[in-house]
């Protein structure tokens, strides 16, 4: 199979061709593509170097499926021309998600509602996708009414530049600035730009994005989205409340048996999802997993995901695996 990945040089891209490594997806031929300043540059997968192309030549080289992670302009100009020409986009950014007519897939979650006619299929912000691992079969069990989540993002969800803020930070060293404050020592309530409804959109994404992804817009959604010094994920402090009853072991055994979830919730031994330990596996992470007592059948938990992986390129190329399994591609 011919696979491009657009944006290849980038943080998420990078970590692309390394899942797509590991995971032995059936590339015949690899096209990373990127700007035109990137143009001529090499990456490397699986041992061997591969020069970089641009976007038009990379539509001429046909591939059968492109990963794209190059931002929301570039892949409302660009993912277009690829599906016109019969190219399959799985599209990292924000320029689709909430686009009627494009289908919003965690595969573990709704990849069925996939077709050989879904030509741009939109792969969900990271921290709902970690989130809606966790809800997607506690609301088919008990019919989720609310949630409440609030996230500890880490900085590599802004990009190099945010990663090199925090390392001149430490360094004690003067440079460029991804946040309008200080990353280090600190705790930033503003993740992406303020609405006019005094939410972030990286806020309003989780509100916005759960619902989809889970068919249920009768799901209330709030959220507060923090950045933090962290680099080997996300984490997220999240309440749920049910319209059934719940027994806290079930809920256990149920997230367990998920596939993609790993619980880590024993508090006798400490044991409980952290970023350090999420940072490179494409695990979602579940812990915390306690009753709320001020709330009729509520819950809380606290979970951690590696927002670079199945926050971003380990879903993509599962999408990619899904397709390519069921004959939807290639």
Same mark, same amino acid.
């Given at each position: 199979?011919?696979?491009?990945?657009?944006?290849?040089?980038?943080?998420?891209?990078t970590v692309m061709l390394k899942v797509l490594a590991e995971r032995n997806f059936p590339v015949t031929e690899l096209i990373p593509v990127a700007s035109e300043r990137s143009v001529g540059k090499k990456v490397s997968y699986k041992g061997e170097e591969y020069t970089v192309v641009g976007l038009a030549t990379a539509i001429d080289m046909k591939p059968d499926v492109a990963l794209f992670s190059a931002g929301g302009s570039t892949s409302l100009e660009w993912a277009p021309k690829f599906a016109?020409?019969?190219?399959?986009?799985?599209?990292?950014?924000?320029?689709?998600?909430?686009?009627?007519?494009?289908?919003?897939v965690v595969p573990e979650i709704n990849a069925k509602a996939l077709t050989a006619e879904d030509k741009i299929i939109a792969n969900p912000n990271c921290s709902t996708i970690q989130m809606v691992m966790a809800l997607g079969p506690l609301h088919d069990a008990y019919k989720i009414k609310r949630v409440v989540v609030s996230t500890y993002q880490s900085i590599t969800g802004t990009g190099v530049k945010a990663v090199q803020q925090l390392e001149n930070e430490y360094a004690g060293d003067k440079g460029e600035m991804a946040y309008p404050y200080p990353i280090h020592r600190n705790a930033i309530p503003h993740c992406d730009v303020f609405q006019e409804n005094g939410y972030t959109k990286e806020e309003m994404k989780l509100v916005n994005e759960t619902q989809k992804i889970l068919d249920d817009?009768?799901?209330? !959604?709030?959220?507060?989205? #923090? %950045?933090?010094?962290?680099?080997?994920?996300?984490?997220?402090?999240?309440?749920?409340?049910? =319209?059934?009853?719940?027994?806290?072991?079930?809920?256990?055994?149920?997230?367990?048996?998920?596939?993609?979830?790993?619980?880590?919730?024993?508090?006798?031994?400490?044991?409980?999802?952290?970023?350090?330990?999420?940072?490179?596996?494409?695990? !979602?992470?579940?812990?915390? #997993? %306690?009753?709320?007592?001020?709330?009729?059948?509520?819950?809380?938990?606290?979970?951690?995901? =590696?927002?670079?992986?199945?926050?971003?390129?380990?879903?993509?190329?599962?999408?990619?695996?899904?397709?390519?399994?069921?004959?939807?591609?290639?």
């Open positions: 199979m011919k696979v491009a990945v657009v944006g290849a040089t980038g943080l998420v891209g016109e020409a019969g190219i399959t986009v799985i599209d990292n950014s924000s320029a689709w998600r909430m686009d009627p007519t494009k289908k919003l817009r009768t799901i209330a !959604v709030t959220a507060t989205a #923090i %950045r933090i010094p962290v680099v080997g994920g996300h984490s997220e402090s999240v309440n749920l409340e049910f =319209d059934k009853e719940y027994i806290e072991g079930d809920v256990r055994t149920l997230l367990n048996d998920t596939p993609g979830v790993t619980v880590q919730d024993n508090p006798d031994t400490n044991t409980y999802p952290m970023p350090i330990y999420a940072e490179g596996k494409n695990d !979602v992470f579940v812990g915390r #997993i %306690r009753r709320d007592h001020s709330r009729e059948n509520a819950l809380n938990m606290w979970i951690v995901s =590696d927002n670079l992986r199945k926050g971003a390129a380990t879903n993509a190329v599962q999408i990619a695996e899904y397709l390519s399994e069921n004959e939807l591609i290639g």
